[in-house]
T-cell receptor, first 115, second 113 residues
Framework: NAGVTQTPKFQVLKTGQSMTLQCAQD?????MSWYRQDPGMGLRLIHY???????DQGEVPNGYNVSRSTTEDFPLRLLSAAPSQTSVYFC??????????????FGNGTRLTVT | GESVGLHLPTLSVQEGDNSIINCAYS??????FIWYKQESGKGPQFIID?????DKRQGQRVTVLLNKTVKHLSLQIAATQPGDSAVYFC????????????FGAGTRLFVKA
């Protein structure tokens, strides 16, 4: 199993550009989520999904869109990049459901710089 | 609001000593708590978890304690080793119909040889 795979590893954008961060998992996990991690801070939840076709907002959703058309993939879209979105982005998945608790499995992150 | 926080941002310990990392949480409805370790340039990795119906759980060299009365979580690392140097995060699962996982700010552990 590859686990959680994020692409790209690094990305530089100009203000106003759009892009999609890819996330795929091969563990058949229902739950997937996106976090951003700024220097000296913890991980803040952007969006999450409890299953295909279902998404919800986290703590910092503004400026980001997600969709979940398959169980395996959970892309994160930046519609118009801003310098405040410079951060490291982590995708995570879990076996957890509404009745079962399980820890998150993380990808290795995408380091995004917006100039 | 919902938050999971840490008392100490950095912790420096001597190799071989025990380490204790603390965490305060605010959502009394959370039913699952997790500790993660993050090494430089990598994503967080699961260390140990505990459900709200327990107050202590032990793993290999690690123990998690949960005090629901004061909403406090701690991670104890026995015989700390240089390889334990990392940032440690506590996290909680908050039920939202589904659920979501919220993280604390993290504690950086330095192990002195």
């Amino acid at each position: 199993n590859a686990g959680v795979t994020q692409t790209p590893k690094f990305q530089v954008l100009k203000t106003g550009q759009s892009m999609t961060l890819q996330c795929a998992q091969d563990m058949n996990h229902e739950y997937m989520s996106w976090y951003r991690q700024d220097p000296g801070m913890g991980l803040r939840l952007i969006h999450y999904s409890v299953g295909a076709g279902i998404t919800d907002q986290g703590e910092v959703p503004n400026g980001y869109n997600v969709s979940r058309s398959t169980t395996e993939d959970f892309p994160l879209r930046l519609l118009s990049a801003a310098p405040s979105q410079t951060s490291v982005y982590f995708c995570a998945s879990s076996y957890s459901t509404g009745a079962v608790n399980s820890p998150l499995h993380f990808g290795n992150g995408t380091r995004l710089t917006v100039t | 609001g919902e938050s999971v926080g840490l008392h100490l941002p950095t912790l420096s310990v001597q190799e071989g000593d025990n380490s204790i990392i603390n965490c305060a949480y605010s959502n009394s409805a959370s039913d699952y708590f997790i500790w993660y370790k993050q090494e430089s340039g990598k994503g967080p990795q699961f260390i140990i978890d505990i459900r709200s119906n327990m107050d202590k759980r032990q793993g290999q060299r690690v123990t998690v304690l949960l005090n629901k009365t004061v909403k406090h979580l701690s991670l104890q690392i026995a015989a700390t080793q240089p390889g334990d140097s990392a940032v440690y995060f506590c996290a909680e699962n908050i039920r939202t119909g589904g659920f979501k996982t919220i993280f604390g700010a993290g504690t950086r552990l330095f192990v002195k040889a």
